[in-house]
């Protein structure tokens, strides 16, 4: 397997983009009944204004941060709209912050490794 010398910036690019769903969550869940939003939505939000090394490269990208999140349990994560054989996209995500995920972006509960965190430098995660 060849030496993928991007790979420590894609790791920090992810973790700026997790802590980019979760404030972006983080707003929704006053704005929205639910407090759900799209897969989609998100991504499509917070790619904008960003350069195309720093976005969600593709949905199983995009995909791939939620599933990290739901794991964290920062956010609850459902599938809508899916019969048994579709693949999972983007637009059949929902996700709304949970309250750890509230802990974590009020600055309540200690910074997570795998999140970008203005409180800690990255050596010291």
Do not use: W
Not at 39 to 58: A, T
Not at 80 to 91: C, F, I, M, T
Not at 98 to 119: M, N
């Amino acid at each position: 397997m060849p030496l993928d010398f991007d790979e420590p910036a894609k790791i920090e690019r992810d973790k700026r983009l997790r802590r980019a769903l979760l404030d972006l969550l983080y707003l929704i869940r006053g704005a929205s009944p639910s407090g759900f939003s799209s897969g989609s939505f998100l991504v499509d939000s917070i790619n904008k204004g960003l350069s195309r090394d720093q976005r969600v490269e593709n949905d199983r990208h995009g995909i791939s941060l939620l599933r990290v999140l739901e794991g964290m349990n920062m956010i609850d994560l459902r599938k809508s709209g899916l019969r048994r054989d579709d693949a999972v996209e983007l637009k059949n995500l929902h996700c709304k912050i949970t309250a750890d995920g509230v802990a974590l972006k009020t600055e309540l509960s200690p910074p997570h490794p795998l999140i970008d965190d203005d409180r800690v430098s990255g050596e010291e995660l």
